[in-house]
């Protein structure tokens, strides 16, 4: 009875031993390895100077650049911060999004999700979407926008504006709401 019992557990072992040994298969997706960005960078700051002058400081979470494309571009999934200096010491202007995009052969900046863009009067400025052109000098959107100066907060759709958001026309305004400091 005994010799049955160490055969029987030695037949459990020989054939564990045997399923263990196979050789198993792991499948993975193919990456088309185009598709992958060929930059990455993370927690950076990038300072643009012209003549030894601040002009802007870009500091992002992540950037990802894809340059093996037809239109290559860089996204920022995870928002950007630009303090516009142009030559001072402190910023004078400034955007944040949680998201963008910069298409290189257009020149063109897609800022997506909480845009809010403060100029050097102060004005601030804040929608979802936001496109600045730099080959025509001009930011445009078709979505709401809301901007707050010193003394009003005027409401609309769409916007087209020069860079510094000193000559902007809503196209379809909404509501101007005049603000009165109290003494």
């Known amino acids: 009875m005994r010799n049955i019992l160490n055969v029987f557990i030695l037949l459990i072992i020989i054939a564990l031993s045997v399923v263990s040994c196979e050789k198993k298969s792991i499948t993975y997706d193919k990456i088309d390895i185009l ?14 100077t012209d003549s030894g ?26 928002g950007l911060e630009v303090l516009f200096h142009d030559g001072h010491d402190v910023p004078v202007a400034s955007v944040t999004a949680k998201y963008a995009k910069y298409v290189d052969d257009k020149k ?8 809010v863009a403060v100029n050097e ?15 025509k000098a001009l930011i445009y959107t078709d979505r709401f926008v809301k901007i707050t100066t010193e003394d009003q907060i005027i409401q609309g759709y769409g916007l087209e504006s020069d ?21």
Do not use: C, H
């Open 35 to 48: 598709t992958l960005p060929s930059l990455t960078a993370r927690d950076f700051t990038t300072t643009y």
């Open 53 to 78: 002058n601040i002009q802007l400081v870009l500091t992002a979470p992540l950037m990802e650049t894809f340059d093996r494309d037809d239109t290559p571009f860089s996204e920022f999934k995870r």
């Open 108 to 115: 063109l900046w897609e800022l997506k999700d909480s845009v």
């Open 121 to 135: 009067a102060g004005e601030r400025l804040e929608t979802e979407l936001l496109y600045w052109d730099q080959k």
């Open 163 to 183: 860079p510094k958001l000193s000559k902007r026309r809503i196209k379809n305004l909404s509501a101007i709401i005049y603000i009165e400091e109290q003494e």
